[in-house]
């Protein structure tokens, strides 16, 4: 066991190695582009300059002389560019690389972490945390741990269907928001996109309350279809779960509620400011505290899931079938998980297994990993997790998603 130990401790410190050989390398390529940039700007003033002189005829150069200089400049300026799009590309694929080293390490650091390791930590823990309190040591406990996808249909747990009309409806009328309009307070002519436009300028501006956020989100899920038929939004709507033998609070600012079969669908939990965002590669190693209060409340919602069905199926046995009302598995579609900070939206997804629900529950060791989805996006030569509602491109995103996550919970509702 000593053995094993010491030949995984080698490996993290090989792969940590190779991590900061990593982190070097594209504090250098940072360090180029900004001295690539200083050129070009310094270029494209001075081929400024020329041309001022040569419009009011300051100049005592020769006209043929000044357009020789001009383009002599232009193609400088040119080669720089391309010499600064050639360090992004190296930038963008040491990323990719430190990305690929830092799960390394994140394998190898489960695999010295042991599970009686996380079984004498769990036995350490004081006794049962409401969702408020838990913490990224928890989620290691568990061996939870949240994981990046490009891919809508990973975060979805199928393909995409068709963008609904009500969607396509609301995406233009809110077409005239922006951080611009907001702040000078013109918003649009559309009742239901105006509505929603003087929740965003509270909710940026003042951001002292955090009912501002709630509002903004119910306004949101709402005009994309959150209250239709059997489903509904709720706020503070709180849940009692088990974790280590006893009982724990977990209170979501918002869910999704299936009011026909009573099942918790999508929680959300909002903040009012909005966080110093971090490096991509480090939000892999390091959850935010919002997020592993939002796993919390997610789990709180899949145990009285689970207990509700349960109970459902012990009624099904006694009574004949014309008599039980026929409902929808919770698990065969994810819970859905959104995280606000401000103005900005974060999505994720996981259909949480017995597995994990019972090791939470009696404090046992996990059988396996729970990786938690976590939708990301490519934007400037870099991934991004939070989408701006003040932004055309990010806004359309999360009313998509948000529309793809409607119509699931429709047809589990139905």
């Known amino acids: 066991m000593a053995n094993r130990i010491e030949k995984i401790n080698l490996e993290m410190d090989k792969a940590q190695t190779q991590i900061d050989k990593v982190e070097t390398r594209i504090d250098k390529v940072e360090s180029e582009i900004d001295e690539v940039k200083s050129h070009i700007e310094k270029t494209e003033k001075q081929i400024g ?93 568990y061996e939870i741990v949240i994981l990046p996808t490009t891919q809508l249909s990973v975060l979805l747990g199928q393909e995409p269907t068709r963008k609904s009309a009500r969607c396509e409806a609301v995406e233009t009328a809110c077409l005239s928001i922006s951080a611009e309009t907001v702040r000078d307070k013109n918003f649009p ?20 309350y955090e009912s501002a956020v709630d509002d903004m989100v119910h306004c949101i899920l709402h005009l994309l279809g959150f209250n239709d038929i059997n489903l509904v939004v709720l706020s503070r709507n709180k849940l009692h779960f088990k974790m280590a033998n006893g009982e724990a609070e977990a209170t979501a600012d918002i869910t999704v509620l299936d009011l026909k079969n009573n099942f918790r669908l999508a929680v959300v939990e909002d903040k009012r400011t909005i966080a110093e965002r971090v490096d991509y590669v480090d939000e892999l190693l390091h959850p935010k505290p919002s997020e ?4 919390a409340e997610a789990i709180a919602a899949a145990q009285f899931n689970r207990e509700k069905k349960s109970k459902v199926r012990a009624h099904s046995a006694s009574t004949s079938t014309a008599n039980v009302v026929c409902y929808s598995e919770p698990t065969q579609i994810p819970l859905f998980m959104i995280r606000i900070r401000g103005e900005t939206f974060t999505f994720y997804s ?65």
């Open 350 to 414: 996981h259909a949480f297994s017995n597995m994990i629900l019972d090791a939470v529950a009696e404090n046992i060791t996990p059988t396996e990993t729970t990786a938690i989805s976590k939708f990301s996006v490519e934007k400037e030569n870099s991934v991004v997790y939070e989408l701006s509602i003040l932004f055309k491109s990010d806004r359309e995103l999360i009313f998509t998603i948000l529309d793809q996550i409607q119509q699931i919970l429709q047809k589990c509702a139905a």
């Open 292 to 295: 592993c209060q939002l796993v």
């Open 189 to 208: 002519s559309d009742p239901n996109a105006m509505w929603l436009a003087k929740l965003i300028y509270l909710t940026t501006s003042y951001g002292c």
């Open 49 to 141: 300059d020329i041309d001022d002189k040569y419009k009011n005829n300051e100049s005592e150069v020769n006209k043929d002389e000044l357009y020789k200089f001009k383009n002599m400049l232009q193609e400088k300026s040119n080669k720089l560019q391309e010499e600064k799009n050639k360090l992004q590309e190296e930038k963008n694929k040491l990323r990719q690389e430190k990305i690929i080293l830092l799960e390394l390490l994140l394998k190898v650091t489960s695999k010295n972490t042991g599970r009686n390791m996380r079984a004498e930590k769990r036995k350490s823990f004081p006794g049962p945390k409401s969702a408020s309190h838990w913490n990224e040591d928890i989620l290691k406990s």
